[in-house]
């Protein structure tokens, strides 16, 4: 029985202090584009899902992993950095209806 108790405990031990907590952050935007038609010009509205930011050099920045041990000091409000990448880029941008949702994995 003390057997089971100490393997059960280890590996609980084991998962906890291993894992990792990840992050999903996806946009979308509507962009409005002028098509001539023949009685004149018109307004289109094409909506863009699923879009993923670009990082500073380019990389695709839409998935974050994080150690336990990089936020087992503040586990409840931990925030991620991609969140806050994608929430300066809510505030700062010029794309029309510009949301962002993240998900945790």
Request: proline content about 2%; glycine content about 4%; hydrophobic content about 30%.
């Amino acid at each position: 029985m003390s057997r089971l108790f100490v393997f059960t405990a280890l590996v609980l031990l084991t998962l906890t202090v291993s894992c990792e907590r990840c992050m999903r952050c996806r946009y979308s935007y509507v962009e409005t584009v002028i098509v001539e038609t023949p009685d004149g010009e018109e307004e289109e509205k094409v909506t863009y899902d699923d879009q993923i930011l670009l990082d500073a050099d380019g990389a695709p920045y839409g998935d974050e992993c994080v150690k336990y041990d990089e936020y087992k000091d503040n586990k409840d409000g931990y925030q991620f950095e991609i969140e806050i990448f994608y929430e300066i880029e809510a505030l700062s941008t010029d794309l029309e209806n510009f949301t962002y949702t993240c998900e945790e994995l």
